[in-house]
């Protein structure tokens, strides 16, 4: 048996649970290492962990699939497919860099990447809530962002909520329940954070963080009750931007389960002079 038939053989063994285009196009990969069949083979591995029922996503979805709220792969889960994936593709991946990876896209960009022995760039870093401290206008007791990223047109958050939050205790007595309230107060902390970090030259020449205000927000619904240790995911997606406004929609989720909905978010990005004057409607709010 030749040694390619003996190597042939062993991807296949591999890859025995993935569909025969993830495996022949690992085979040919193998032998000419052509990055075009990265994705073939990366959503081939990502498509045998995540469950059935999330499988056409992967494929129809795009690369903002999220990882995690929309296919279900956890942290676990995703160990297990990076070392299917060092195997097939002979590359090595660190664990640091596993933290940045949080949408379809991100990991087909950094295993392209890795291949061609090119810079990695991780559009999406991951801010830390100590991080957040530094340049966010909001602060402690009102910022409701644990950690926030911006990927392409989209800004990412999670809160926990810890049981201590002082409002707590009078929402209600004896009841504990985050306020619907303040779950759009994070979603517009978020549209912030986009704001500030976005890499659209638009958005650099005339963002302010002192003069970013609250203008509107509609089609809210929400979906079920939040409660302590409950972690909540944010995510906005950027509509439009046209000065003095951009506007955004807006999901929040806990454990993969719809909690509320905003169709769209107004946020104003010019300060506004002490002359202004603004409708009853229009008063800027903490965001």
């Known amino acids: 048996m030749s040694q390619s038939t003996l190597k042939e053989q062993e991807l296949r063994e591999s890859l025995k649970r993935c569909s025969e ?3 022949e196009a690992a085979i040919v990969f193998q032998n000419d290492r052509n990055p075009e069949l990265i994705p073939t083979i990366v959503l081939g591995i990502v498509e045998r962990f995540a469950d059935p029922e999330v499988r056409p996503k992967i494929w129809e979805g ?3 699939v999220r990882l995690m709220e929309d296919l279900g792969i956890d ?3 995703l160990v297990e497919i990076v070392m299917l994936t060092e195997e097939v593709l002979g590359i090595s991946i660190e664990n640091e860099e596993l933290r940045h990876l949080r949408t379809l896209g991100d990991v087909k960009r950094y295993l392209d990447a890795k291949i061609k022995g090119e810079p990695i760039e991780l559009a999406n870093q991951k801010f830390t809530f100590e991080q957040l401290l530094t340049f966010m206008p909001h602060q402690p007791p009102f910022l409701f962002l644990h950690d926030a990223a911006v990927t392409g047109e989209t800004a990412e958050g999670s809160y926990r909520i810890s049981g201590q939050e002082e409002f707590l205790e009078g ?3 004896g009841n504990p329940v985050f306020p619907a309230s303040l779950m759009l107060e994070a979603l517009g902390q978020l549209a912030v954070f986009y704001l500030l970090k976005s890499d659209k030259p638009e958005l650099k020449e005339q963002v302010d963080p002192g003069s970013i205000y609250f203008l509107s927000a509609e089609g809210i619904r929400c979906h079920r009750l939040c409660r302590p240790q409950d972690t909540l995911q ?4 950027l509509l439009r931007v046209h000065a003095p406004l951009a506007q955004f929609s807006g ?3 806990c454990n993969g389960v719809k909690v509320a909905k905003v169709e769209e978010l107004a946020l ?3 300060a506004f002079s002490s002359d202004d004057e603004m409708s009853s409607t229009e008063q800027p709010s903490s965001l």
């Open 75 to 77: 942290s676990l889960l």
């Open 268 to 270: 104003s990005i010019a």
């Open 251 to 253: 999901t929040i989720t």
């Open 234 to 237: 944010f995510q906005v997606k």
């Open 171 to 173: 929402h209600f007595r």
């Open 62 to 64: 795009g690369d903002d």
């Open 21 to 23: 285009r993830t495996i």
